[in-house]
């Protein structure tokens, strides 16, 4: 089994050290034991492969703790690639519901520049009145709750 330093598995796995510890701190994966005798810790290839699995499941929009129950599925051979896709499923319908609120928002926003003069005294600017819920050009809510404060 070939070992590497922390550093050379980040690099292989195309993340940075820092990542590779925040994933051992989340539990994702292990942290190889230190050495008695003092020295690096080895990290063997299959953390790079579970390293790239995060970061690919990351990319897709999979939360942490998501990305954790898909590599849990993996781990077990009786899971059926129906739970994979099912998850999945869930993941594409949350993607399409954002898109949808992105959408909103765009366009939302171009009806407030458009209606904006661009110049002149703050208390013309239409942005502004629209955001304070003012007369004028109205900002359709969208249908999610506010998650910021």
């Known amino acids: 089994m070939?070992?590497?330093t922390i550093g050379k598995a980040a690099g292989k796995a195309g993340v940075g050290v820092e990542?590779?510890?925040?994933?051992?701190?989340?539990g994702l994966i292990e942290q190889p034991p230190k050495p008695i005798n003092?020295?690096?810790r080895d990290y063997p290839e299959e953390t790079v492969r579970r390293i790239r699995f995060i970061r690919q499941a990351r990319e897709l929009g999979f939360s942490l703790r998501e990305t954790a129950e898909l590599?849990?599925?993996?781990?077990?051979?009786s899971t059926d690639c129906a739970d994979v896709r099912e998850r999945a499923q869930g993941k594409l319908l949350e993607v399409e519901r954002k898109a949808?609120?992105?959408?909103?928002?765009?366009?939302?926003?171009?009806?407030?520049?458009?209606?904006?003069?661009g110049q002149g005294a703050l208390k013309a600017c239409s942005i502004i009145e629209a955001?304070?819920?003012?007369?004028?050009?109205?900002?359709k809510p969208t249908q999610d709750k506010?998650?910021?404060p």
């Open 2 to 4: 070939k070992m590497m």
């Open 19 to 26: 990542t590779v510890r925040f994933y051992e701190r989340q």
């Open 38 to 40: 003092g020295g690096y």
């Open 100 to 117: 949808a609120q992105l959408d909103r928002m765009r366009l939302a926003l171009e009806r407030l520049i458009a209606a904006c003069p």
């Open 71 to 77: 590599l849990s599925l993996n781990a077990d051979p």
């Open 146 to 148: 506010e998650t910021t």
């Open 131 to 139: 955001l304070k819920g003012g007369e004028g050009v109205a900002v």
